[in-house]
């Protein structure tokens, strides 16, 4: 009988023990996951609050930045950022000393360990409005907002899609950041010209791409969406090995008709024609800081202006009757190959070409 309730008190123990064990584990090991969860509930219950203002009308800035904002449970959230667009849609980054939360619009909130700097870093960017922009019957015109060099451009805007981004409406701005929504199916020509911009992720139901749309900036590769249909001349200027194109074959930043070359989707310094054409089209490659161009014996005619203000440095013409029209190349290159037909020219540091037998 003794044995019985010693076995009984050692089982009791051992339970306790267990319990005791199992709840210092809990403590100390899934406290983590017990922050989150209720840093990101509370993070739910404050942005609910503020939507709720903002649908009454009473947030005018759509931007609000936390500093030092106190949630419930001694949480403190360092920093953050709530944007709303016309829909008071929210997105978001707010960190609170260990974690980052972030939410996009339409998607789900995330939360990611941080250790402040990332989860800044990572903020989303603001999106534009109706006061950023001039924007009528789905196309954005101009861009107001100059100062905003890092933006988000919406999907709708008045509640009308975002479906093309007009001819010069960023050009010559600064951007160093944008994302672009999936309704745009048109970028016009020099949309984006001569910019700061480093990444691009062009939207999957693009048709159009216009000339010189991303021309200018210091965008490292692009992947051109297979729903592209239509391209202009010098889009990007990037090295051609940095441009793909999905389901497409790897030439295809060359642009012609029939056995016309029109232009060049993107370029590096050094141009080599292809020998399929007989005819480079005018302002072909209009402005495009040539270093070195290789002319091939199959192309027959350059049309004026095709090289217009390229400053072409070096040049190879592999036949010896090209006939160049007006305002490609300078009275002297043209006299020296009149003279001396194929051949390699040079631009020398002083200014001076100079002809080099083949």
């Not at 951007?175 to 910019?195: M, Q, S, W």
């Not at 590769?221 to 790897?250: C, H, M, T």
Request: proline share 2%; aromatic share 12%.
């Amino acid at each position: 009988m003794g044995m019985v309730m010693n076995l009984k008190k050692l089982m009791a123990f051992s339970l306790l023990f267990i319990i005791l064990i199992s709840g210092v584990y809990y403590l100390f090991f899934y406290q983590e996951d017990v922050s989150r969860k209720e840093l990101k509930e509370q993070v739910i219950d404050m942005v609910a609050n503020y939507v709720h203002d903002c649908l009454k009308g009473d947030i005018v800035n759509r931007e609000i930045t936390l500093t030092d904002h106190r949630l419930a449970n001694g949480l403190v959230l360092e920093k953050g950022t709530l944007f709303f667009n016309e829909e008071c849609q929210v997105r978001l980054a707010v960190f609170d000393g260990d974690y980052c939360v972030m939410k996009d619009y339409e998607k789900d909130y995330f939360v990611f360990e941080s250790d402040g700097e990332d989860c800044w870093a990572s903020k989303p960017l603001r999106c534009l409005d109706s006061d950023d922009v001039v924007f009528a019957n789905g196309k954005i015109k101009e861009y107001l907002a100059v100062d905003e060099k890092e933006i988000c451009i919406p999907a709708q805007i008045n509640g009308s899609e975002v479906r093309v981004i007009g001819a010069n409406a960023f050009a010559d701005v600064g951007l160093k950041k944008i994302t672009l929504p999936n309704t745009v199916t048109r970028i016009e020509e020099y949309a984006f010209f001569n910019n700061q911009l480093e990444t691009l992720s062009l939207p999957t139901n693009l048709l159009y791409l216009g000339s010189y749309a991303f021309f200018g900036n210091e965008i490292d590769e692009v992947v051109i969406p297979s729903s592209v249909v239509d391209v202009g001349n010098n889009v990007f200027s990037i090295a051609f090995q940095n441009l793909s194109w999905v389901n497409r074959i790897s030439d295809d930043f060359w642009l012609s008709d029939n056995d016309t070359l029109t232009g060049i989707i993107t370029f590096d310094s050094v141009l080599e024609i292809p020998d399929t054409f007989s005819v480079i089209a005018a302002e072909a490659f209009v402005n495009l800081e040539i270093e070195k161009l290789y002319i091939p014996d199959s192309v027959i005619i350059i049309k004026d202006n095709a090289f217009l203000g390229s400053g072409v440095k070096e040049v190879i013409m592999a036949s010896d009757d090209v006939i160049i029209g007006s305002n490609n190349f300078e009275e002297v290159f043209l006299n020296l190959y009149e003279e001396n037909g194929a051949g390699n020219y040079l631009l020398t540091a002083e200014g001076i070409w100079e002809y080099l037998a083949e």
